[in-house]
């Protein structure tokens, strides 16, 4: 008897099978139905909740917390100590503790995973629960575990989960045919980490193309599909489930150099989430420091904000990295880039405060993945400008126009190394998010592409000795930072850059003396505006835009924008004449030796 009151605690809503079987055709198909589901009649109240519409936010909102109050004081302790939660076999103590990494971490995926509904079905074997998406959301947090008996081999890090991914491809067999949002949802987690964890780029993206397409199958791009067949709970999660498939279908464009699945222009889905009870969760920094005091998480206008960063995103690459942009006139190409940097800075300036730190003056220290989103930001901010850099811009555009754009991306370079600082000063290294980690090698690579021109850049040096400090901390984390190390260095090399020469610890220099100080990762409290930063370059020589060679810094558009050191093979056979040789006795100051 003792287990009954935690099953009137955890009750299963019964669900419609036809819920979750694909239920999507569009007017070309001879399955669509025009009668059933006529766009122009859906009301506000059918579909989406809206600002004009509080009735469906205020009501899930009121179950929603009246049911996670439960679920978090009550349901999961009873449930766990009743032994009713399912763990696949796992320890429950072990279980919980990688389900707690999860919910830290799971930015990552965006929101894809809904822990109300997950933690209930959880303990009856309800549809939003599988133990395909239970081992995916344990191998994607496994790493970050200090338990060594989910190590393969208890002094390989790397190792750690390994068991899971076995038990996650032998339960894919019977799941990989068939469109069910717990797929989804396991592929979409799964696919992110095996890219940033294992760098197992093509496994990686196909697990995400399938998401995709079940994303479609089951309509969940378009709102007309299933807004009059679900319930708001339903609704809530097919939305969050549409927009994380969204979120990682650019992320994962953007580190791989490929072109987007979903398209902005094929949804009707609102992004509006009716449960906002986690915005005001409490942040538990369980696998970045130990923190003193407690802090929001703001997880749903970050995630919200990362949605709009994303829509951006795609337009990027449709524009400026599209195939078809090499035969488009020159200013289109300059057209487009400016409108797309006018959309940056419109969404950094409608940024809520509390999610812009640097913007704003506010007292309370950024989250991790609040950093990371900013450092995306700036990734953004240079690809969009790398256009003018580059041969054809280069004798197409003026002076001026290349000499603003790398200015642009100096900045830029020079935001993303002060949020290397910051997060330094406040989590622990090498808990930065695969994010962050790209970002590092971006700036890296605009740092050197100012290196590479003769002249005194300390300060710039010093940006990238951070950059460089930080990607060794990050590869121990990440499979695909180790390639960006490398690549990283053989840029050094073929642009004459020696970062050791005078080499002093940029974290250790007096400049930076608070982040010196600070104890990782107990130092979780440290006041960003007492974080001191480098002197960085506020001026640029007039012809540094325009300086011969630079494209071979640069790589071609693609190119850039991918972890892939076969790339080098090609640039290498481009560089003959047209690079510019520079040699140590051509520097200012002596800091600097260039040459081949």
Not at 61 to 68: D, F, G, I, L, Y
Not at 221 to 250: G, L, N, P, Q
Not at 391 to 397: A, L
Not at 510 to 536: G, K, Y
């Amino acid at each position: 008897m003792v287990t009954q009151p935690a099953r009137v605690l955890a009750p299963c809503v019964a669900e419609s099978p036809k819920n979750h079987q694909p239920n999507y055709h569009g007017p070309t198909s001879a399955l669509f139905d025009e009668t059933s589901q006529p766009h122009e009649s859906l009301s506000a109240e059918d579909c989406a909740p809206s600002a004009d519409v509080p009735g469906t936010q205020c009501s899930l909102v009121a179950e929603t917390s009246k049911q996670r109050m439960k679920c978090l004081c009550q349901l999961e302790a009873i449930n766990f100590s009743s032994n009713l939660l399912d763990f696949d076999g796992i320890e429950p103590e072990l279980g919980m503790q990688l389900l707690s990494l999860y919910w830290s971490r799971q930015l990552h995926a965006g929101l894809a995973v809904y822990r109300p509904a997950f933690m209930r079905d959880m303990a009856c074997g309800g549809p939003y629960f599988s133990k395909l998406l239970l081992n995916a959301m344990y191998y994607s947090v496994s790493k970050h575990s200090s338990c060594l008996s989910i190590r393969r081999d208890i002094t390989d890090r790397d190792s750690a989960g390994w068991s899971f991914r076995q038990r996650f491809r032998e339960l894919l067999r019977d799941e990989f045919d068939k469109s069910k949002i717990t797929t989804i949802q396991a592929l979409l987690i799964m696919a992110s980490s095996l890219f940033t964890r294992c760098d197992e780029r093509s496994t990686s993206w196909l697990y995400a193309g399938n998401a995709f397409n079940m994303v479609t199958d089951m309509g969940l791009h378009a709102t007309s599909s299933y807004c009059r067949k679900t319930s708001a709970e339903e609704s809530e999660i097919h939305r969050r489930v549409f927009w994380s498939a969204y979120m990682i279908d650019k992320i994962q464009c953007l580190y791989q150099g490929r072109h987007p699945s979903l398209r902005i222009v094929d949804t009707d889905t609102a992004l509006i989430f009716a449960d906002d009870y986690e915005e005001l969760e409490r942040f538990d920094h369980v696998s970045f420091c130990d923190p003193k005091h407690s802090a929001p998480s703001y997880t749903i206008s970050m995630f919200k904000a990362l949605c709009e960063l994303s829509v951006i995103m795609e337009r990027i690459h449709s524009k400026i990295y599209a195939v078809s942009y090499l035969t488009k006139p020159f200013d289109d190409g300059i057209s487009d880039s400016r409108s797309l940097y006018s959309d940056l800075k419109a969404w950094r300036k409608n940024l809520l405060p509390h999610l812009d730190f640097m913007a704003s003056s506010s007292q309370n220290n950024p989250l991790p993945y609040n950093l990371s989103m900013l450092a995306v930001y700036n990734v953004l901010v240079i690809l969009t400008h790398r256009l003018l850099l580059s041969d054809k811009g280069s004798v197409s555009s003026s002076p001026t126009q290349n000499t603003e754009a790398l200015n642009a991306c100096m900045t830029a370079a020079n935001e993303i190394t002060k949020i290397l600082q910051v997060y330094e000063g406040l989590y622990n290294p090498s808990s930065a998010t695969f994010a962050l980690s790209y970002a590092t090698y971006i700036s890296a690579k605009v740092h050197l592409h100012v290196l590479a021109y003769p002249g005194s850049h300390t300060s710039t040096l010093d940006s990238l000795r951070i950059c460089l400090k930080a990607l060794d901390q990050q590869q121990h984390l990440y499979s695909a930072s180790i390639r960006a190390m490398a690549m990283t260095k053989k840029l050094m090399t073929r642009t004459g850059v020696n970062a050791d020469e005078h080499a002093r610890s940029s974290l250790t220099d007096e400049s930076l003396q608070t982040t010196r100080d600070a104890s990782i990762p107990q130092n979780s409290q440290a006041n960003v505006e007492n974080l001191d930063f480098p002197n960085l370059e506020s001026g640029l020589p007039e012809n540094l835009g325009n300086t011969i060679g630079m494209e071979q810094v640069w790589l071609n558009a693609t190119q850039f924008m991918a972890f892939d050191d076969l790339y080098y093979n090609d640039v290498s056979r481009t560089t003959n004449s047209a690079t510019l040789l520079y040699h140590a006795s051509n520097a200012q100051g002596g800091e600097l030796s260039y040459g081949v």
